[in-house]
């Protein structure tokens, strides 16, 4: 797939899951795409939890969803500390709001229900939140990728090669 052209943009902050940052990252780059860091400052160094860095490309504030032709949510502890950035969220309705791919993996689901993205999708996420998922209005399934319009959402990093297949192939 020959992804030329497009711009995927994936949310940084401290305590990202590792894996699930950079696969999606590396895999997009290798299909052709444009892939944007986006932090709370740009420049910033994020740490994953198990120590590996990422430095923002662009900060939520100076990056807008006309720009981007997806955005990656990645999981970990960061979605908790992402939820509490109000640009991080205005930029993950924006997208949602013009019907571009927002792909959100494992606890990622928390940023989807602070922008009120998930109510009335069928969606999946890490089992441990499953209940605020339902609560925020989504229908919860247990699947390795689940695809609802614009919505793509995974389990777990052991869902990773489905997860970013899904998302190749809603760019392509």
Known sequence: MNLQGRTVGILVEDQYEDIELWYPHLRLREAGAEVVVIGKEKGKRYTGKRGYPMTADASADETSADDLSALIIPGGYAPDRMRVHEDLIDLVRDVNAQGKIVAMICHAGWVG??????????????????????????????????VDGNLITSRTPGDLPAFCRAIVDALA
């Open 113 to 146: 229900i602070s922008a009120g993205i998930v109510e009335g999708k069928r969606a999946t996420s890490v089992r441990s939140i499953r209940d605020d998922m339902v609560n925020a209005g989504a229908e919860w399934v247990d699947e390795e990728v689940v």
